[in-house]
């Protein structure tokens, strides 16, 4: 199908709370804050619409994408977990969106290619549907794109699963997307993973 009419829902509303007081997202990726090179990634997969959860303002990681051309989504109850920010991005979709993309904001990795190649393989036609990014020895990982099938059930959603109960429930309708290296689950959410990655990333 057409790649050009799937939205993008970055999910960046999260508190960083393994960090020890910093901020991940404003952690400095390929010259820039992490949050805005996510966002720029996925603006570049020229998907469809890209919305952005974040918490309730004032919060610095409104400065970094001020002048992107992304949709912000306030979750004033991001406490909750992450299940707050799927709720009220999924909410926000426009209302003949036919399938979705959940993209975490701590994945420094993952390229434009690798969103593209995602969503490349949705086949709305298929019996499939959820398409999930994994790492090239099969592990799945993000991003996933859902149909709009799921959408109703993301509203009911509470806590901080991140939606882990509804892609048990459909494994058999999902199809994996192999992405290179580990790039579907190479996280940073602890100050110790970040100095790792630095250590094997110095260029970036």
Known sequence: MSTSNIPIILLAAGQ????????????????????????????????????????????????????????????????EGMNASLRRGVAALPPDTTATMLLLADLPDLTTEDLITCLRAVDLASNMSIWRGATEDGKPGHPIIFAATYFAAFAKLTGDSGGRDIVAAAQDQ??????????????????????????ENPDR
Not at 18 to 24: E, I, Q
Not at 189 to 194: C, F, G, I, K, S
């Open 16 to 79: 960083s709370s393994r960090m020890g007081g910093r901020d991940k997202l404003l952690e400095v990726v390929d010259g820039i804050p992490l949050l805005r090179r996510q966002a720029l990634v996925a603006l570049a997969a020229k998907a469809g619409p890209v919305f952005v959860t974040l918490p309730l303002g004032p919060h610095p990681r409104y400065d970094v994408i001020d002048d992107l051309d992304v949709t912000v989504i306030p979750v004033p109850d991001a406490g």
């Open 174 to 199: 999902t199809q994996l997307v192999p992405l290179p290296s580990q790039h579907a689950r190479r996280d940073l959410d602890t100050p110790q993973a970040w100095e790792a990655w630095r250590r």
